[in-house]
């Protein structure tokens, strides 16, 4: 069974521009997760799926974020006009149900 | 909203040396969960505990949950330079999303 996995690893932008990431979660687990993680921090909560639909979104993702799971597989989240404090870590993480979250390594963004 | 106390926040020691880590948090846990994160890596999930005085071990690594569930300790017994990382405390409420501390940054030096 793989891990969850995440691409790309790293991405360098640009201040404006805009940015998609993938997410392949574990195979057979309905649920799907999104952190952000800043440097000295842990990361917090974006969003979360279940199957395809996106049930929880959190404040901190701004009108400029947004998360899809189109087939209740793999999630893309997009952020438009990026600004340089979107510089983090990108997390995804999976489960089935309400059990353990599973994480992916991540995906750094850097904003310049 | 619930806010995890983790300390100390940075840890460096030698070799061998024992360790003890903490969690504490502003309300009682649902489910508390420690990872460990290396470097440009996901956090690793270590354990988890939900009942009030459990104690779970392992290997080298002891985690201890409060009585009253709101606050742990993680123990790390002859540590090796393999156990450097991030160790991250959570709660996993009925909200489903995870509630993190932000971690003390471990460093064990050969």
């Known amino acids: 069974d793989t891990g969850v996995s995440q691409d790309p690893r790293h991405k360098i932008t640009k201040r404006g521009q805009n940015v998609t990431f993938r997410c392949d979660p574990i195979?057979?687990?309905?649920?799907l997760y999104w952190y952000r993680q800043t440097l000295g921090q842990g990361p917090e909560f974006l969003t979360y799926?279940?199957?395809?639909?996106?049930?929880?979104k959190s404040r901190l993702l701004s009108d400029r974020f947004s998360a899809e799971r189109p087939k209740g597989s793999f999630s893309t989240l997009e952020i438009q006009r990026t600004e340089q404090g979107d510089s983090a870590m990108y997390l995804c993480?999976?489960?089935?149900?309400?059990?353990?979250?599973?994480f992916g390594p991540g995906t750094r963004l850097t904003v310049t | 909203t619930q806010l995890l106390e983790q300390s100390p926040q940075f840890l460096s020691i030698q070799e061998g040396e024992n360790l003890t880590v903490y969690c504490n948090s502003s309300?009682?846990?649902?489910?508390l969960q420690w990872y460990r994160q290396e470097p440009g890596e996901g956090p690793v999930l270590l354990v988890t505990?939900?009942?009030?005085?459990e104690v779970k071990k392992l290997k080298r690594l002891t985690f201890q949950f409060g009585d009253a569930r709101k606050d742990s300790s993680l123990h790390i017994t002859a540590a090796q330079p393999g156990d450097t990382g991030l160790y991250l405390c959570?709660?996993?409420?009925?909200?489903?999303?995870?509630?993190f501390g932000k971690g003390t940054k471990l460093t064990v030096n050969p």
């Open positions: 993480a999976s489960s089935f149900l309400v059990r353990e979250q599973y």
């Open positions: 959570a709660d996993q409420g009925g909200s489903e999303k995870l509630v």
């Open positions: 505990v939900v009942t009030g005085g």
């Open positions: 195979s057979e687990h309905n649920r």
């Open positions: 799926f279940q199957n395809e639909a996106q049930l929880e």
């Open positions: 309300s009682v846990f649902s489910s």
